[in-house]
Every structure is written in structure tokens, then in C-alpha cells.
């Protein structure tokens, strides 16, 4: 049985003489074989599934330069409150319309009207302290 992804397998190289350390030739066979095949079902059938070409090209794509992953759905929870009195109102970044909650004073409304990716309208205006905050996904 394959030690990876669980381990790093620990595989011996012969001697520069041709002899093994370890293993017979067979065996050290085996084990290499059983540790490829446990690689390679883990990349996938074409090497790497998905539409890029290579691992490398996946992980540049999946990963920030200090190795946290890329988050792809962010959660923006904004106070749009300074830009009352009004009706339009627009948020930091774009937005997927269909997720966009608005609260006023606390309640949340039902009714609103999409501008454009990131600006919405209340209706009627909402006045000189009142609070407004807007919760959606960020998009990308």
C-alpha cells in the first residue's frame, strides 16, 4: 500500500556500486510503482483536471504569493449610513445582484432595485438617521 498523500514515501536509491541497501529489486520496484500510482490518482486522469495545463499553474492560480488559499466567495458586510439622505446607494465593490441583503435601522428590505453591479435603490428615501447596511458576495 501507498504511504502518499498520508506520507512521504521513504524510498532507498541503490549503491553506486549496483547494490540495494534495503530491498531487493523487486521490492523497491514495487514500492516506487505503488507510490506513482497513489500520485498520480491524486492529480487526476490528464495529469491535472480542470482547465489548466499543470499542478504549478493550479496552485498559482489557487494560492496568494505567502500560500494562503484565494478566497473566491467573499462576504462584504458594508455601513452605507454616510451616504444617507437618498435613494441610490452604492457599495465598495461589485456585487452578485442576487445576493444582496439591505437593513434599515436593523429590519431587513424586501424592496429594492438593482442598478448596476455595485449600486442599488431604496424606495421611498431614507432619511437623516437612519442606518443602512448592505450584505452581499464580492464579485470577481
Known amino acids: 500500500m501507498a504511504q502518499y498523500p498520508e506520507n512521504i514515501a521513504i524510498l532507498y536509491n541503490p549503491n553506486p556500486d ?3 541497501l534495503h530491498e531487493d529489486h523487486a521490492g523497491l520496484t514495487t514500492k516506487q510503482n505503488l507510490e506513482i500510482i497513489a500520485i498520480q490518482t491524486n492529480l487526476g486522469e490528464g495529469g ?3 482547465n489548466k495545463e499543470n499542478l504549478k499553474e493550479r496552485l498559482e492560480t489557487s494560492l496568494n504569493p505567502d500560500g494562503t488559499l484565494k478566497l473566491e466567495i ?3 458586510i458594508e455601513d452605507l449610513s454616510s451616504q444617507i439622505p437618498g435613494t441610490d446607494f452604492i ?3 461589485d456585487f452578485q445582484s442576487t445576493t444582496v441583503e439591505v437593513y ?3 429590519i431587513k428590505e424586501k424592496d ?3 442598478l448596476t453591479d455595485k449600486s442599488f435603490q431604496l424606495n421611498p428615501a431614507l ?4 442606518d443602512l447596511e448592505v450584505k452581499y458576495l464580492r464579485k470577481y
Open 18 to 20: 549496483g547494490t540495494l
Open 74 to 76: 467573499v462576504i462584504i
Open 48 to 50: 491535472c483536471a480542470g
Open 127 to 130: 432619511e437623516s438617521g437612519d
Open 104 to 106: 434599515v435601522n436593523g
Open 112 to 114: 429594492k432595485t438593482i
Open 91 to 93: 457599495t465598495t465593490y
